[in-house]
């Protein structure tokens, strides 16, 4: 994986420019510890920072290619995980090949099918490529949006980056946000609207988009989207189709030159994951496949069920190591380092983010890299196997996100003027209504069909990009490159239109996905209930962001002070227990989040120098 920027300007000369490029391109750098490039001329500049994991000499970037009387220029971060398919098909057609990079076969495929080598893609991937002859910069992203991009167009000048911080590096970005931007980080965040980046100056091409820019300005095409197909398949088949596809997605995803681990809580979905990579291990003669856990200390003093976390991973996580005989590594993370880590994680998101949550994820990737370098994930599995409560819970009609039926709790704690400002609510409730017409719909669907149709769109595209972009983020701050299987968009493409009745075989979450594993899995661990990522429950936490926030609210300098109430917050915070329960923001973020959130969003008003212009 690496980070990639590049500025375009047809009036100007930019390979004059190198510093403003170089310094937008060192921002990256924790994406791309290993190497850094620079490709200059008159109307364009890039700049990329390498992580290496295939073909060390072969993948240098940014990457040129004269072919066919034109000059084609890469920078691209990603990976396509069908390479060796798609090299064979162009080596048929003529090209050659220098090394064996996904990169190289990435170029050779636009050179060969310009905008329409997207659909050959199987893979997550943002990039951009300069096409001389046809004067213009393309840009694309994969269908999911596993990989970030966010560009900015300031007068004739267009700038894309993989994170905002690089963007915010050049002089024409300014770090301003607007009342919008309020409102994405006081109603919507921590999560954020698709194409939305926050700053006003700051957009995001959204996953499944493609974009030209040339003489006449910005282009934006969506490539893939969902399509809503009647399902008539019996069980059995879909059983042997979605188990064809789980494998296929995860083996193609082990392909690596460097150290490759797997995520393991002893959860269906990492349990599952860890299961196949160790068995195509043992068949293909490697060592043994390490695996990786996190808690937290105390923990097992500590821990609490409740309804979404009825029992604590680490039993599990014996239970499946041992079963398929990995070479396990437990990562512990304290009170102390856990609320530290609040604030780099700000830094790695560029915006306040889910807290602890982010935090531990941020401490537990630099772990992980001291032995590996490549890892894979779970995410997916919930949003597109129907895993979480809101799926099979549904007490009454849906009338915003499910994720953020608590969120009228932290609206109280907003000042006056803030709330007559964004109007969070209205803000909530207009985003939330967007999402649903965006749908794509099928004519035969019944009423419960059609909401639970709305429902799985909902979390594809406004719950998993949240999580996606805290998994880039916090591992890519510690160059660590994570693959999530179960976002392969083939397998994604099939489960759209299966309906809910078979998804939820015996009633039970993720039911389908269950029956496919049958042999697969230990059988306990086929049927352990869902628990989600693990966080602490150690109440030293709460005590922490405690006194944190309590500073913020006695520094009358504090740029967060216009927008909250703080007497009501100051009340709040005093008065919150490990008992107090007001789940605002998914299944992780209660009280204790509320107030990290907050401690974040202070740090992040500060650090990034926030311009205000509502």
Same mark, same amino acid.
């Given at each position: 994986?690496?980070?990639?920027?590049?500025?375009?300007?047809?009036?100007?000369?930019?390979?004059?420019?190198?510093?403003?490029?170089?310094?937008?391109?060192?921002?990256?750098?924790?994406?791309?510890?290993?190497?850094?490039?620079?490709?200059?001329?008159?109307?364009?500049?890039?700049?990329?920072?390498?992580?290496?994991?295939?073909?060390?000499?072969?993948?240098?970037?940014?990457?040129?290619?004269?072919?066919?009387?034109?000059?084609?220029?890469?920078?691209?971060?990603?990976?396509?995980?069908?390479?060796?398919?798609?090299?064979? #098909?162009?080596?048929?057609?003529?090209?050659?090949?220098?090394?064996?990079?996904?990169?190289?076969?990435?170029?050779?495929?636009?050179?060969?099918?310009?905008?329409?080598?997207?659909?050959?893609?199987?893979?997550?991937?943002?990039?951009?490529?300069?096409?001389?002859?046809?004067?213009?910069?393309?840009?694309?992203?994969?269908?999911?949006?596993?990989?970030?991009?966010?560009?900015?167009?300031?007068?004739?000048?267009?700038?894309?980056?993989? *994170?905002?911080?690089?963007?915010?590096?050049?002089?024409?970005?300014?770090?301003?946000?607007?009342?919008?931007?309020?409102?994405?980080?006081?109603?919507?965040?921590?999560?954020?609207?698709?194409?939305?980046?926050?700053?006003?100056?700051?957009?995001?091409? !959204?996953?499944?988009?493609?974009?030209?820019?040339?003489?006449?300005?910005?282009?934006?095409?969506?490539?893939?989207?969902?399509?809503?197909?009647?399902?008539?398949?019996?069980?059995?088949?879909?059983?042997?189709?979605?188990?064809?596809?789980?494998?296929?997605?995860?083996?193609?995803?082990?392909?690596?030159?460097?150290?490759?681990?797997?995520?393991?809580?002893?959860?269906?979905?990492?349990?599952?994951?860890?299961?196949?990579?160790?068995?195509?291990?043992?068949?293909?003669?490697?060592?043994?496949?390490?695996?990786?856990?996190?808690?937290?200390?105390?923990?097992? !003093?500590?821990?609490?069920?409740?309804?979404?976390?009825?029992?604590?991973?680490?039993?599990?996580?014996?239970?499946?190591?041992?079963?398929?005989?990995?070479?396990?590594?437990?990562?512990?993370?304290?009170?102390?380092?856990? /609320?530290?880590?609040?604030?780099?994680?700000?830094?790695?998101?560029?915006?306040?983010?889910?807290?602890?949550?982010?935090?531990?994820?941020?401490?537990?990737?630099?772990?992980?890299?001291?032995?590996?370098?490549?890892?894979?994930?779970?995410?997916?599995?919930? *949003?597109?196997?129907?895993?979480?409560?809101?799926?099979?819970?549904?007490?009454?009609?849906?009338?915003?996100?499910?994720?953020?039926?608590?969120?009228?709790?932290?609206?109280?704690?907003?000042?006056?003027?803030?709330?007559?400002?964004?109007?969070?609510?209205?803000?909530?409730?207009?985003?939330?209504? *967007?999402?649903?017409?965006?749908?794509?719909?099928?004519?035969?669907?019944?009423?419960?069909?059609?909401?639970?149709?709305?429902?799985?769109?909902?979390?594809?595209?406004?719950?998993?990009?949240?999580?996606?972009?805290?998994?880039?983020?916090?591992?890519?701050?510690?160059?660590?490159?994570?693959?999530?299987?179960?976002?392969?968009?083939?397998?994604?493409?099939?489960?759209?239109?299966?309906?809910?009745?078979?998804?939820?075989? !015996?009633?039970? #979450?993720?039911?389908?996905?269950?029956?496919?594993?049958?042999?697969?899995?230990?059988?306990?661990?086929?049927?352990?209930?869902?628990?989600?990522?693990?966080? /602490?429950?150690?109440?030293?936490?709460?005590?922490?962001?405690?006194?944190?926030?309590?500073?913020?609210?006695?520094?009358?300098?504090?740029?967060?002070?216009?927008?909250?109430?703080?007497?009501?917050?100051?009340?709040?915070?005093?008065?919150?227990?490990?008992?107090?329960?007001?789940?605002?923001?998914?299944?992780?973020?209660?009280?204790?989040?509320?107030?990290?959130?907050?401690?974040?969003?202070?740090?992040?008003?500060?650090?990034?120098?926030?311009?205000?212009?509502?």
């Amino acid at each position: 994986m690496c980070g990639i920027v590049g500025w375009t300007d047809y009036s100007g000369d930019l390979s004059k420019e190198t510093n403003v490029i170089e310094n937008m391109t060192h921002t990256l750098i924790p994406r791309g510890p290993d190497a850094a490039g620079y490709w200059f001329s008159e109307h364009t500049a890039f700049g990329h920072r390498r992580l290496v994991v295939v073909d060390p000499q072969g993948g240098q970037q940014p990457m040129i290619r004269q072919m066919r009387n034109n000059t084609y220029v890469l920078v691209y971060n990603g990976e396509l995980y069908n390479t060796h398919d798609i090299r064979q #098909e162009l080596i048929s057609l003529g090209h050659t090949f220098e090394g064996w990079s996904d990169t190289e076969v990435l170029l050779h495929s636009y050179i060969e099918w310009d905008e329409r080598c997207l659909r050959k893609f199987n893979g997550i991937f943002a990039f951009a490529i300069w096409d001389e002859q046809k004067n213009q910069l393309f840009l694309a992203r994969d269908r999911i949006g596993v990989k970030p991009l966010f560009y900015s167009q300031r007068g004739s000048s267009f700038l894309f980056a993989s *994170e905002i911080k690089a963007l915010l590096a050049h002089p024409l970005v300014s770090p301003t946000i607007d009342r919008e931007g309020l409102a994405e980080i006081f109603a919507m965040g921590p999560a954020r609207t698709p194409g939305h980046g926050v700053f006003s100056q700051i957009s995001e091409l !959204k996953p499944g988009y493609s974009l030209i820019f040339d003489r006449n300005g910005i282009h934006i095409h969506q490539y893939w989207s969902l399509v809503s197909l009647p399902y008539r398949e019996p069980f059995e088949k879909t059983v042997g189709s979605v188990r064809e596809l789980v494998y296929d997605a995860i083996k193609r995803q082990l392909v690596s030159d460097v150290p490759l681990c797997t995520l393991l809580s002893g959860g269906l979905d990492s349990s599952i994951i860890t299961a196949i990579a160790a068995d195509i291990y043992q068949k293909e003669g490697l060592e043994p496949l390490r695996t990786f856990s996190i808690d937290y200390v105390d923990n097992d !003093k500590y821990f609490r069920t409740n309804e979404f976390q009825p029992n604590p991973d680490a039993p599990w996580v014996k239970i499946v190591s041992e079963a398929f005989q990995t070479r396990h590594n437990s990562c512990f993370i304290d009170t102390p380092p856990l /609320t530290e880590s609040l604030f780099p994680a700000v830094l790695a998101r560029d915006l306040p983010g889910m807290t602890d949550v982010d935090s531990s994820l941020y401490i537990f990737s630099g772990e992980i890299k001291k032995q590996a370098t490549v890892a894979l994930s779970g995410e997916g599995a919930d *949003e597109i196997f129907g895993g979480y409560p809101w799926f099979y819970n549904q007490k009454s009609e849906l009338n915003t996100f499910p994720w953020a039926r608590r969120a009228g709790e932290r609206f109280k704690l907003y000042s006056a003027e803030l709330l007559d400002l964004i109007h969070p609510m209205d803000y909530l409730t207009g985003r939330f209504q *967007e999402a649903l017409a965006e749908t794509p719909r099928l004519a035969e669907d019944n009423p419960d069909d059609s909401r639970m149709r709305e429902m799985f769109y909902l979390n594809l595209t406004r719950w998993m990009p949240t999580l996606l972009d805290r998994k880039d983020r916090m591992s890519m701050a510690a160059g660590l490159e994570l693959r999530v299987p179960y976002t392969d968009h083939r397998l994604i493409e099939y489960l759209w239109n299966i309906p809910w009745q078979q998804k939820y075989y !015996k009633n039970r #979450e993720k039911g389908l996905l269950r029956k496919a594993m049958e042999g697969v899995l230990p059988k306990e661990v086929l049927w352990r209930k869902k628990s989600p990522y693990p966080k /602490t429950h150690n109440p030293a936490y709460l005590e922490t962001v405690r006194r944190l926030f309590l500073r913020v609210l006695d520094d009358k300098d504090s740029p967060l002070l216009p927008f909250i109430n703080k007497s009501a917050l100051h009340d709040f915070t005093q008065a919150v227990t490990t008992d107090t329960d007001i789940p605002w923001f998914g299944q992780l973020m209660n009280a204790p989040q509320l107030l990290a959130y907050l401690i974040q969003v202070d740090y992040w008003l500060r650090k990034y120098k926030v311009i205000i212009k509502a």
